[in-house]
Structures are given as C-alpha cells and as structure tokens.
C-alpha cells in the first residue's frame, strides 16, 4: 500500500477539508500494536519524529480533566488503563506524527497567507455578521492554553494531514448492495414465542452412590489438594496514617494560609451584557439613542446581535481577555450603560445586570485544607524518616512487634494466607495493588529471615516477617465427599435439564405446540415477545437466544441457556420480517453512517501501513511512570 501512495502522491488534489474527526478515529489502534521496543528519551516515535513525555502527558491530563468536569469526579490512573484512555490518546498522536511524516516525504507545503486565509474564513472565529472576531479566536486561544504561533502552527499541520486525508477519502461511497444488506442487517425483526425449562432443584436429584463418590474423587485425585498456607506479620507505613499522625501547629497554619492566600479568594463576579460596534461613532450614536430611552437589547439587535452575542454571563474580572473592557465592566454600577469603551480589539457598550460580591474564606473555615497542604508538603520527609527509623530498629536486632510499638505503626497478623491473599474461609485479607505485592512478597519469603522491604503506591513502605508454611497436601475421600456429592448432583441436574428442553424442540419439530407442551406442567407458560431487531433484549430473552433467532426461517426451533444460566429456553420463530425499504431521508443517514466507518476503516489502515513503513517505537516504562502506575501492576 505504502508504494501504491507514494507512486500516486503527485496527481492527487489537495482539498481543505476538516480533519480533526478523522485524526481522532485514529483511537481505535491499541498500543500493543505498534511495540517495537524501548526508546530513549522519547516517550514514543514514528519514523524521526518523536513524542515527549511532558506532550502525552499535557494530552492525558487535558483529557483526565475533561472526564471529571463531566463525571464529576477524576479518574484513577487504573481506570484510566482500564477505560483505554492512554493508549487512545498516544495512539492518536503517533497517528497524526505518521501522517506528518508522509506529508513530508510527499513534499506538501502551506504558506503562512493560506493557513491565515483558512483561519480569517472559519466560521468558529467569525461574529454574527461572518466577519472573522479577533476577541473571539483569542479568547479560544486563552482557553485551549495556546499562544497564536502554536495554534498557527498546528492549524498548518492539520491542513498538510489534510491533503493527504481529504484526497484519499474523497471517493468513498458506499454501495446500493451494502446499503440493503445494511439495512436488511439492522432493521429485519422477528417474533418469538417460547417457555422457559427451570433448572431442577438440587433436592430432587438422587444422592450420588458411594462408588460414584469415590470414583470421581480418584479420577480428579489432583484437584482436591489443600492451598499452601502462610503466617506473616505485616509492618506498613502508609501516608494516610502518616498523614493522619502528623501535627502541625497553629503558627505553621497561618504561614502557610498567608502564603497561599489568594486560594481562598472568591473574586467579585458580575453578570455582564455587552454590544459590539464597528466604531467609536456608531457606538456613540448607540449610547445615546439609550439615554434617550431606547432599550439596551432593542438597540443591540438594531445593531445586527442576538441574545447571545450580547450576553456574556457570569464573569469574573480575570475571565475577560481585553483589559480595559474587563476594567471598564467591573467598574460599572449594577443597570447602569457604560460610555463607550475602545477596547484592544473592538468598541463596546456595557452592562452589568447583577454583582456577586467577593469574599475570602477565612483561615478558621480553610483549616482542614491549609493543614492537608502542609501535612501533603513534609509527608515524604516523614516517611523517610519512619523507614530509616525502622531499618535502625531492625538492624539493632528489634521485632516488629517492639518495632511498631515503639513508633506507632500499624501492624497486620496474619494467621494463614494463600496465594490468591485469601484465608481458610475464602475472605481476602489483603486488597489492591500493594496488598498483591505484599502476597506475593509472603510467598516468595523465608521463616526468619528479613524480607526485602516493599514501596507501596502512596509512596509508604511494608515489611513482611514469614512466621510459619503449612504445606498443600492431598486432602482424603472423607475430607471432600460432600463437595464431590454436590458437583456430582449439579452435574446430573445439568444433563436433566438438556434432555427435558433437547425433548420439548423435538416434539415442536414434529407437529406439537408450545401450548401443548406448557399445559403438561404448572411451572412453564407460554410467551410471546413483540417484534425485535437483533439489538434488542425483549424481556425474558438473554442476548444469545435473540441472536440464535436470527439464525432460524419463520417457525424454526432452538434451546438456548436463560438468563444467568437458570434453565433452559425453548423458542420458536412466529413471525419473520422484512426490515421496512429505506426512504429518501433514512437511506441518505445509513449513507452517511457507512461512509464515516469506511473512510475510518480506510484511515486506520493507511496509518497501520505508514507506521509499518517508517517504524515506530514506545518506552514502556516512561509510560508506567508517567501514568502513576506501579511497575508491577
């Protein structure tokens, strides 16, 4: 494919098109494949050009942020992996550098003039006139954290990817066919009928024979061994209890409350109208036209605005960008119109409609968040001194028990514990990334000798001291014979259950009805769905039944699982539709559809070929740290 571009690079037309969504289709790649070992430095690269790590991160945390101003709460660095979210976010700009990289090697160019041209012509930077708002592409600017020659920058970037993009998509289409088969796929319904075979109670089955016990115990002999077992004494040092532990005194609270001060100031907010005017005259003609009774948003739709683009909200005096405007405003009296104000950019009539004074919280109700500032600041230095205190300690011969004692720290008992961090009745004793850790450290310890000391994830440390082993051993007949009767009858209520609903589709493939058959017993009835697409979950019906559905011709038969495996599912096909023929208006929105998924499927593949083409590369490890993961996770 990679020769088949370059080849055809010199004929294609350059079109200006978009290419924001299709660079952020470039998500559905995973990282895993693109590994082609470690880098230096660099975080990632694609060919010569790389990816830094402070760059993913300001991408990860834009995006980190995001989620939680939506969800209203920040993800976890595990549930961010967990999500796919970095391995979105890297995908994407390897992506973007590949395509970078082939404009290049193609030769594309954008002068400065075009990529200004583009800009002055985005609606997103134009008024209500289509005139291109200097305010309003800065104020855009303010809010992405961009300066002017960045977003230049990056405009020009997106308008090279775009040549090569826009060229190659421009003639996708899908096809009359695909468009019927799509639609036949997605909208043919079906109507079922069908009774449910409840699972039989397990007190209804006959016991096992003794000689059933034991030949199933003999053939499976291996699998009844008992879990090796461990005695620890665990030692931690956590930052919470650190944390908790720490004083600070009333002195320190008041520096720091001084020195960070301006935290806990709400500024003045204010509710602010303003109209835009070409020039101080029409602006003058404006105010006086409302001195003389007119009214302000009379004259501002006179003047070609809308509600919109007079209102500007709720403001603090910092959100303004121009200066002068944001002082003129917040000196303004609450309904009153100001004079003209000439601003960097533009002239304005102003008006403030209401004032939320400011106010500073005081060091009485921000004590609990000057304190956590503080104890978060020395909480390393804690740290380090409780573990070098506990090395002194364990060097002078001290156990951990004197230990812990002697400086407060938390200790855990454990009485026995397998490899899975459970105990003899099946509970967890220890939870979470560093109780994993702390497991596995038990089970690769010593009786009586020092184990290597753990850094946990909150930057604490754990001490594991293994006091005793209890071996796995094979347990006896008489030690397992109930489980073994238990597995023994489930397994025979399984193989009853399939043969009473394998029998019932047998009997309704040669003539009986589902009537018939539900009449023979108390516990089955007879139920009829409405009609459903192959992405509907009809009441009753678990999602491989409704697909077993599709499979089978009006009136055909199948035994499918219930819901949570609870018996089986009897079905018949009463009714098989058509999906209904696509209209002007329908088939121009599945067109649409299919056409965004190949032009996707077409880019991901092009990027799959340029990073083949040109080699790509992540550090790992950069990435575990970047992340706030623990190497071991």
């Known amino acids: 494919m990679m020769e088949a571009i370059r080849k055809g690079a010199s004929s294609w037309i350059v079109k200006l098109l978009v290419i924001v969504p299709l660079i952020l289709a470039f998500a559905v790649w995973g990282i895993e494949d693109m590994l082609r070992g470690g880098t230096y430095g660099a975080l990632a690269t694609v060919g010569d050009r790389k990816i830094e790590g402070e760059q993913f991160q300001n991408s990860y945390n834009e995006q980190i942020n995001l989620i939680a101003r939506q969800g209203g709460r920040r993800l976890t660095p595990q549930e961010a992996v967990r999500f796919g979210i970095p391995n979105q976010i890297l995908s994407r700009m390897m992506g973007t550098l590949a395509v970078e990289e082939h404009a290049e090697d193609l030769g594309l160019a954008l ?15 134009q008024d209500s006139n289509g005139n291109f708002d200097r305010a309003r592409l800065n104020g855009l600017l303010a809010q992405a954290q961009l300066s002017e020659a960045a977003f230049v920058q990056q405009r020009k970037q997106a308008e090279l990817r775009d040549q090569i993009t826009g060229s190659m998509l421009a003639g996708v289409v899908p096809s009359k066919t695909l468009l019927d088969l799509t639609n036949q796929f997605q909208n043919a319904t079906r109507k079922v009928r069908f009774i449910t075979v409840p699972a039989p109670k397990l007190e209804t089955i006959a016991a096992p024979t003794d000689e059933e016990v034991k030949s199933y115990f003999e053939e ?19 930052a919470a209890d650190v944390s908790k532990a720490m004083k600070v005194s009333d002195e320190d609270l008041q520096k720091q409350y001084d020195a960070t001060k301006a935290q806990y100031v709400t500024p003045e907010r204010r509710t602010i109208e303003q109209i835009v005017f070409p020039s101080e005259e029409a602006a003058q003609k404006a105010k006086a036209e409302i001195d003389g009774g007119k009214d302000f948003m009379d004259v501002a739709k006179a003047s070609g605005a809308n509600e ?38 533009t002239t304005v009539l102003l008006r403030v409609t209401d004032i939320a004074a400011g106010e500073t919280k005081p060091l009485s109700d921000a004590k609990d968040q000057v304190r956590e500032q503080i104890v978060q600041q020395r909480l390393p230095e804690e740290i380090q001194r409780l573990h070098d205190l506990v090395d002194e300690r364990k060097l002078a011969g001290n156990t951990t028990d004197e230990i812990a004692k002697e400086l407060g720290l938390k200790t855990i008992p454990i009485a026995a514990i397998d490899r899975q961090g459970r105990d003899p009745d099946g509970k967890r004793v220890l939870d979470g990334a560093d109780g994993t850790r702390t497991v596995g450290q038990i089970f690769e310890g010593i009786v009586g000798v020092e184990s290597a000391v753990i850094e946990r994830t909150d930057g604490g440390y754990t001490w594991v001291d293994v006091l005793d082993i209890t ?12 489980d073994i009767a238990t597995a023994l009858k489930q397994q025979k209520a399984d193989a009853d259950l399939r043969k009473t609903a394998d029998e019932f589709a047998e009997r309704i493939k040669k003539g009986e009805t589902l009537d018939a058959i539900a009449a023979t017993s108390e516990v089955l009835s007879v139920v009829e769905t ?21 499979t089978l011709a009006n009136g055909g038969v199948a035994v499918s699982a219930a819901a949570g495996n609870q018996g089986r599912i009897v079905l018949q096909v009463s009714e098989v539709a058509a999906a209904p023929k696509l209209t002007d208006e329908t088939r121009e929105q599945l067109r649409s559809a299919l056409q965004q998924q190949q032009r996707t499927d ?31 996770q």
Do not use: C, W
């Open 220 to 238: 499976r002999k291996a699998s009844f061994k008992t879990q090796e077992y461990r005695k620890a004494t665990v030692l931690q040092i956590t």
């Open 530 to 550: 409405d009609a459903f697409k192959r992405t509907d979950t009809p009441a009753g019906l678990p999602r491989p039944a409704v697909a077993r559905a599709f």
């Open 471 to 482: 071996p796995p051993r094979d347990q006896t007949l008489e030690e397992v014979k109930g």
């Open 602 to 632: 077409i880019v991901a593949q092009y990027i799959v070929d340029l990073q083949a083409a040109y080699g790509t590369s992540i550090d790992q490890n950069q990435l575990v740290r970047l992340l706030g993961l623990d190497q071991t």
């Open 308 to 345: 919109n683009d007079v209102k500007l909200g709720v403001r603090a005096q910092s959100d303004l960008i121009d200066s002068t405007i944001a002082d003129a405003a917040f000196a303004l009296e609450k309904d009153k119109v100001s004079d003209p104000v000439k601003g960097n950019f």
């Open 111 to 125: 002068s400065d003039d075009a990529v200004a041209r583009e800009i002055f012509s985005d609606p997103n930077f």
